[in-house]
């Protein structure tokens, strides 16, 4: 027997959590403020890239398990309320609470006070304790998610763990929560409210530092004649170190790791704490668009300051990582608008941005053909790690280059495809050519 579940935000988070919470069995009402996208959802059409999400909505809408709505009244039977909203970055790098404010006015009123209310948006460490006095709600329990986009129901469904932070006196409520996840059998981690609401920042600031790292060992492979991916393989073998995110690129990004990364390095300078390898794992990242930018020029005019104008370069890729469309803080789109900036003439193909929808892009030509960046390229550059960029015919895009160098800031090709077509790979980190 399902739990009767409210859910505010119809975002990735929350409506990844409103549709596999319905696929768990319990009876689920997710409330947005956007009426056209709760129209879109009601209808069974998902407005973001998500793999099997619109299935399991149109699963849930068929069993009458999930509802969708903008009228916040309809939380007035729920026994649990799950708050997804967005936290953006606000001034000084401090995350921005001022939605999920609004929101909390709003139901107050509106819950039973019988109700638990649930902070899975990421919020700043005191902000589930701070709650029922400032608003006169319920009990709050901190839930904060782990959902990496493009395999947020995939991660709900199957986490590593589920993490709920209470206080002492809530543990009937903390309970309530754990129930609804009873389904995936994930492990459940009890804490209080503040070390659950931190271990989400420090999570995602982890795994930036570690991504800084890999990204500054790729710069030093390149200076002494070393392989990334052969180091990062003997590293990842240690099961103290892993194999995930030992990657390099053009440097992370996307609407999480930065912000987030910021705003604990905020909260330590506001605590008195010099957290200064968060700080160099920002300034690393900062480092690695110039890098790549070097990179490029030296492909282009032989020198890392060469003047870049009126040069044609190809890009492929634009959201920030493969398997989204999501265009939000992407090192992609931040190296082609430096381009741009350059006087460079950027030509762009991301297999999830649109001719006809994409936003405006500093001057760059956003196309639905991938064979159309090559023509009369000086560079084709690959900024996001889309696998079907490996099965581009690269001999046709060779024909119409003028110049066949390819910068691989994602280590997604290897010479072997490339045998034949005349290009030279540059990639990161790797031996050869840079
Ligand atoms: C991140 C975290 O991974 C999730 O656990 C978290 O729940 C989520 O933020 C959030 O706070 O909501 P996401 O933003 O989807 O998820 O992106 P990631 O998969 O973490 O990738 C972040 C960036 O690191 C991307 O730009 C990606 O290309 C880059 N990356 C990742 C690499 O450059 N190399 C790697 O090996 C892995």
């Given at each position: 027997m399902g739990n009767r579940v409210g859910v505010v935000g119809a975002g990735y988070v929350g409506l990844t959590s409103a549709a596999c919470l319905a696929h768990l069995g319990h009876h689920v009402v997710c409330v947005d403020n956007d009426e056209a996208k709760i129209a879109a959802l009601r209808a069974g059409t998902v407005p973001i890239v998500e793999p099997d999400l619109p299935e399991l909505v149109r699963e849930g809408l068929a069993e009458n398990r999930l509802f969708f709505t903008?009228?916040?009244?309809?939380?007035?039977?729920?026994?649990v309320v799950l708050l997804c909203l967005p936290t953006p970055m606000g001034a000084a790098g401090t995350a921005d609470l001022g939605v999920v404010e609004d929101a909390l006015e709003t139901l107050t009123g509106v819950l039973p006070p019988e109700c638990v209310l649930v902070t899975?948006?990421?919020?700043?460490?005191?902000t589930a304790a701070r709650i029922p006095a400032l608003f006169g709600l319920p009990a709050v329990v901190s839930n904060p998610e782990f959902l990496r986009e493009g395999h947020a129901v995939h991660d709900f469904l199957h986490p590593d763990r589920v993490l709920i932070g209470a206080d002492e006196r809530d543990h009937e409520a903390a309970d309530r929560v754990a129930a609804l996840y009873a389904g995936t059998g994930a492990p459940v981690l009890r804490s209080d409210t503040a070390s659950a609401e931190l271990a989400k920042y420090a999570s995602n600031a982890f795994l930036a530092v570690k991504l800084s790292f890999v990204n500054t060992l790729a710069e030093l492979c390149e200076q002494v004649g070393a392989d990334i991916t052969k180091v990062t393989d003997a590293m990842g073998m240690d099961d103290r170190i892993?194999?995930?995110?030992l990657a390099p690129g053009p440097g992370w990004g996307g609407s999480c790791l930065p912000k987030d990364t910021r705003a604990l390095l905020r909260a330590a300078e506001a605590s008195g704490v010099d957290f200064a390898m968060v700080r160099d794992a920002l300034r690393a990242n900062d480092h690695q668009h110039a890098m790549v930018m070097r990179k490029i020029r030296r492909a282009v005019t032989?020198?890392?300051?060469?003047s870049l104008s009126g040069t044609r370069i190809g890009v492929l890729g634009l959201a920030f990582?493969?398997?989204?469309g999501d265009l939000r803080d992407s090192p992609a789109v931040a190296i082609a608008r430096q381009l741009s900036h350059h006087d460079a003439e950027v030509t762009a193909y991301d297999p999830c941005v649109r001719e006809a929808g994409?936003?405006?892009?500093?001057g760059i030509r956003v196309v639905d053909d991938p064979y159309l960046v090559a023509k009369r390229a000086g560079a084709i550059v690959i900024l996001t790690e889309w696998p079907e960029f490996r099965s581009l015919d690269w001999t046709r895009l060779a024909a119409d280059v003028d110049r066949a160098v390819i910068v691989d800031t994602r280590n997604l090709l290897d010479e072997r495809l490339l045998t034949g077509t005349g290009f030279t790979l540059l990639g990161t980190g790797t031996p050869g050519p840079q």
């Amino acid at each position: 027997m399902g739990n009767r579940v409210g859910v505010v935000g119809a975002g990735y988070v929350g409506l990844t959590s409103a549709a596999c919470l319905a696929h768990l069995g319990h009876h689920v009402v997710c409330v947005d403020n956007d009426e056209a996208k709760i129209a879109a959802l009601r209808a069974g059409t998902v407005p973001i890239v998500e793999p099997d999400l619109p299935e399991l909505v149109r699963e849930g809408l068929a069993e009458n398990r999930l509802f969708f709505t903008s009228d916040p009244g309809a939380l007035h039977e729920c026994e649990v309320v799950l708050l997804c909203l967005p936290t953006p970055m606000g001034a000084a790098g401090t995350a921005d609470l001022g939605v999920v404010e609004d929101a909390l006015e709003t139901l107050t009123g509106v819950l039973p006070p019988e109700c638990v209310l649930v902070t899975k948006s990421t919020v700043p460490v005191g902000t589930a304790a701070r709650i029922p006095a400032l608003f006169g709600l319920p009990a709050v329990v901190s839930n904060p998610e782990f959902l990496r986009e493009g395999h947020a129901v995939h991660d709900f469904l199957h986490p590593d763990r589920v993490l709920i932070g209470a206080d002492e006196r809530d543990h009937e409520a903390a309970d309530r929560v754990a129930a609804l996840y009873a389904g995936t059998g994930a492990p459940v981690l009890r804490s209080d409210t503040a070390s659950a609401e931190l271990a989400k920042y420090a999570s995602n600031a982890f795994l930036a530092v570690k991504l800084s790292f890999v990204n500054t060992l790729a710069e030093l492979c390149e200076q002494v004649g070393a392989d990334i991916t052969k180091v990062t393989d003997a590293m990842g073998m240690d099961d103290r170190i892993g194999p995930a995110f030992l990657a390099p690129g053009p440097g992370w990004g996307g609407s999480c790791l930065p912000k987030d990364t910021r705003a604990l390095l905020r909260a330590a300078e506001a605590s008195g704490v010099d957290f200064a390898m968060v700080r160099d794992a920002l300034r690393a990242n900062d480092h690695q668009h110039a890098m790549v930018m070097r990179k490029i020029r030296r492909a282009v005019t032989g020198t890392v300051d060469g003047s870049l104008s009126g040069t044609r370069i190809g890009v492929l890729g634009l959201a920030f990582k493969a398997g989204t469309g999501d265009l939000r803080d992407s090192p992609a789109v931040a190296i082609a608008r430096q381009l741009s900036h350059h006087d460079a003439e950027v030509t762009a193909y991301d297999p999830c941005v649109r001719e006809a929808g994409a936003p405006a892009l500093d001057g760059i030509r956003v196309v639905d053909d991938p064979y159309l960046v090559a023509k009369r390229a000086g560079a084709i550059v690959i900024l996001t790690e889309w696998p079907e960029f490996r099965s581009l015919d690269w001999t046709r895009l060779a024909a119409d280059v003028d110049r066949a160098v390819i910068v691989d800031t994602r280590n997604l090709l290897d010479e072997r495809l490339l045998t034949g077509t005349g290009f030279t790979l540059l990639g990161t980190g790797t031996p050869g050519p840079q």
